[in-house]
């Protein structure tokens, strides 16, 4: 069982940038692909990033191509979503995801964090 820890959500203004957080409770991380899926109201889960571990290779969703950058911290252990140039329809809730053994561009996960909140208005 992986266990997902979700940190840094809040208010930002348009345009703005903030840095989300994922600590995985597993022993062997490289085993996993961490990602980040996020949940406006009225509408459904929309992938955003992931990372495979073992090769650091990426996926995007369109919508946040160029502006979101997905990444691993070996020092904190975290798996980081870094989103720049932040717009309103950015505002969900965010969740940390994990799949063995890669990420799949369908951004199909097993293990769930339990979400923060991130919201972008002026």
């Known amino acids: 069982q992986v266990q997902l820890a979700e940190s840094g959500g809040g208010s930002v203004q348009p345009g703005r940038s903030l840095r989300l957080s994922c600590a995985p409770s597993?022993?062997?991380?490289?085993?996993?692909?961490i990602g980040w899926v996020r949940q406006a109201p009225g509408k459904e889960r929309e992938g955003v990033a992931c990372?495979?571990?073992?090769?650091?290779?990426?996926v995007y969703a369109d919508s946040v191509k160029g502006r979101f950058s997905i990444s691993r911290d070996n020092a904190k252990k975290t798996v980081d979503l870094q989103m720049n140039s932040l717009k309103p329809e950015d505002t969900a809730v965010y969740f940390c995801?994990?799949?063995?053994?890669?990420?799949?561009?369908?951004?199909?996960?097993?293990?769930w964090g339990q979400g923060t909140q991130v919201t972008v208005s002026a």
């Open positions: 995801a994990a799949v063995a053994p890669r990420c799949y561009s369908d951004f199909d996960f097993d293990y």
């Open positions: 990372i495979t571990t073992t090769d650091g290779s990426t």
């Open positions: 597993v022993f062997h991380l490289d085993y996993y692909a």
